[in-house]
């Protein structure tokens, strides 16, 4: 059973993360328009890859301020985890750049 709801937990979450990088890359449309759409999609990625720094970031600063765990360790699993966290939402921010600069209308690129 604790299986399934790993599983379930890291879909949800794959999901949330692409519609946040998605959101982003939409917002970087509007404020940015002379930007490449590559370079919105990248840089949505690279905000939503920071997500999982951000929550634990007040764990990892209280245990590392006692001297208890080494900040190597941390840093280098941090890296790897927004690596691995922007690799999964690029290919929400890359559809919805695709669809906000192809023709049509923008406000329909969300259906």
Avoid: C
Avoid at 10 to 35: D, E, M, P
Wanted: glycine share 10%; aromatic share 10%; hydrophobic share 60%.
């Amino acid at each position: 059973m604790s299986a399934l709801i790993g599983i379930w937990a890291i879909a949800v979450f794959v999901v949330v993360l692409n519609g946040f990088s998605a959101g982003l890359t939409a917002f970087f449309h509007l404020w940015r328009s002379k930007q490449a759409r590559r370079s919105r999609a990248l840089t949505a990625a690279a905000i939503t890859g920071l997500i999982p720094l951000v929550v634990a970031a007040p764990a990892v600063l209280t245990q590392t301020s006692n001297g208890t765990v080494s900040v190597v360790g941390f840093i280098v699993g941090f890296g790897v985890l927004s690596v691995l966290t922007m690799a999964v939402s690029l290919p929400g921010a890359v559809i919805i750049a695709r669809k906000l600069d192809g023709p049509g209308d923008a406000y329909r690129a969300f259906e």
